[in-house]
């Protein structure tokens, strides 16, 4: 059984930086194409970032150049710089993981999608 295990969100204000991290418990991810999503009230999931086992990185538009997503096999843990946060990056943020071993796909997708590992995501709050 793996669990992931999001942490790190909070309140910030405009302009200021969060570190997102996803601690994997039960499975090594060095393997996995690992994906940040996040899900704002009453709107639809979206991909962020996601890694796979090459470190190869894809990005969303609306978050390139201001995130960055990075993981230390060695502590199992998946990582989400954000820095210039803005008010619409408020959301619930959760980690997945593609146990099918593909790569990265584009637009900040793992290229098998939807992921089939959740964690239970943490909350990101921007204010203006």
């Known amino acids: 059984q793996v669990n992931l295990a999001e942490s790190g969100g909070g309140s910030v204000q405009a302009g200021g930086s969060l570190r997102l991290t996803c601690v994997a418990s039960g499975h090594t991810l060095k393997g996995y194409c690992m994906t940040w999503f996040r899900q704002a009230p009453g709107q639809e999931r979206e991909g962020l970032a996601s890694i796979d086992s090459d470190d190869d990185t894809t990005y969303a538009n609306s978050v390139k150049g201001r995130f960055t997503i990075s993981k230390d096999n060695a502590k199992n843990t998946l990582y989400l710089q954000m820095n210039n946060l803005q008010p619409e990056d408020t959301a619930i943020y959760y980690c997945?993981?593609?146990?099918?071993?593909?790569?990265?796909?584009?637009?900040?997708?793992?290229?098998?999608?939807?992921?089939?590992?959740w964690g239970q995501g943490t909350q990101v709050t921007v204010s203006s």
């Open positions: 997945a993981a593609d146990t099918a071993m593909y790569g990265v796909g584009s637009g900040g997708l793992c290229y098998n999608y939807p992921p089939d590992l």
